[in-house]
């Protein structure tokens, strides 16, 4: 069944010739066990105000219908889809007329639907990786669920949510023809202080992950045991029944996107811990960094490479190695603590709102040849032999 909702096109905001982009992705209507949806709904949203057009298309899943916390996306167009055939036939002509068409990482049947896409010819085919750590760990054991290593010399860019050295390895080591990094990203209006009381000392929200368990268990159940004084929340679905959590530590298991300022705002700190291989890949900032420094809360967070490219350690943000640098930043100030809040949101707010990614986002896309090179030609053919 078609749902087409078709939004109203905001001002250009100085850009002299909006483009028409489709984008396949996992899910823009529901933030459900993902950090997609928030991912694309800042950039889209910056996309929009600034005059361009977004078609986006998204499988309609039993797991997200039910969950969906922005049903009716208000700065897109949105077709949710059962068929891929259909959805291809349908949108046939806008794909050929797009200055470009996007794949997200994680579309069901994405590794299909891109071999269709790489066959029509299209203006600039690219790949939008949000999991671009997961996904080259899992390419290097051989899973291929969404994306085939034969298929990252195709996209004319490999828009990866990892920055620094993995761009060079994604060209020189996996035949990505252009890589470049396009981070995640914060909507400053939705993402700010809102001003609530301070109901714990410390939070954390994120989905559960068994590698990031171990350090959430390390850096916030464990001081939790040992400041029984103090308040503690963790947010987010799919934790298993039988952790063992400190009477002082408060569970939430769903918090939609609409209640997160709220959520940062009321906490005196946040936890931010990272994915084995997010630390590894480093240059890889999760979505909640920065929605947690928009809303001025300041943000403890483990360690990994090019963090502090980001946020300048003991000014923007609180690095903790082990529970006694979390207990001892809990303990710092309040003076500090505002003091590091307020630098890290004028950060985000000058470099990391969707605003600024769709700039970049867009200046990348005019920066690509149009139509497939002999290079991409040559790497279709063997595709379809």
Not at 176 to 200: I, N
Request: aromatic letters at 8%; a negative charge.
């Amino acid at each position: 069944m078609l749902h087409l909702r078709r939004a109203s096109q905001g001002g250009r905001g100085g850009m002299s010739q909006p483009m028409d982009i489709v984008i396949f992705g996992l899910s823009l209507t529901s933030s459900w066990g993902n950090g997609h949806a928030t991912t694309y709904r800042a950039l889209i949203r910056g996309l929009a105000e600034q005059g361009h057009r977004v078609l986006f298309l998204e499988r309609d899943v039993p797991w997200y219908a039910d969950r969906r916390d922005l049903p009716e996306p208000g700065f897109c167009e949105l077709d949710l889809y059962t068929d891929l055939g259909a959805v291809l036939a349908r949108h046939a002509d806008r794909l050929h007329k797009a200055d470009a068409v996007i794949v997200g990482s994680y579309v069901p049947d994405g590794i299909d639907l891109i071999d269709r896409l790489a066959a029509m010819g299209l203006r600039q085919l690219c790949f939008y990786d949000i999991d671009t750590p997961v996904t080259l760990a899992r390419l290097e054991q051989g899973e291929e669920a969404y994306l085939s290593r034969r298929q990252i010399p195709l996209f004319d860019i490999y828009l990866s949510f990892s920055g620094g050295r993995v761009l060079d390895r994604l060209q020189r080591d996996w035949g990505a023809r252009r890589a470049e990094a396009l981070y995640c990203s914060v909507d400053p209006q939705r993402y700010r202080p809102t001003g609530a009381a301070k109901t714990w000392d410390l939070g954390y929200l994120g989905t559960y992950s068994p590698d990031r368990q171990v350090r959430l268990a390390e850096l916030l159940i464990q001081p939790a045991r040992v400041l029984p004084e103090m308040r503690f929340v963790v947010a987010g679905p799919q934790y298993p029944d039988d952790i063992d959590w400190p009477a002082n530590v408060e569970r939430i298991e769903h918090l939609p996107p609409e209640d997160h300022a709220a959520f940062y705002s009321c906490q005196r700190f946040t936890l931010n811990v990272t994915r084995d291989d997010m630390i590894a890949a480093g240059w890889s900032p999760s979505v909640r960094l920065f929605e947690a420094a928009a809303c001025a809360t300041p943000v403890i967070s483990d360690p990994w490479p090019g963090l502090t490219d980001l946020f300048p350690e003991g000014r923007a943000i609180v690095i903790a190695r082990d529970r006694a640098d979390v207990m001892a930043a809990l303990h710092r100030p309040e003076a500090d603590a505002r003091s590091l809040g307020a630098q890290a949101r004028r950060i985000v707010a000058h470099d990391h709102t969707g605003a600024a990614r769709a700039r970049h986002l867009v200046r990348a896309l005019q920066a690509g040849a149009g139509g497939q090179s002999q290079e991409q030609e040559n790497s279709l053919e063997g595709l379809m032999r």
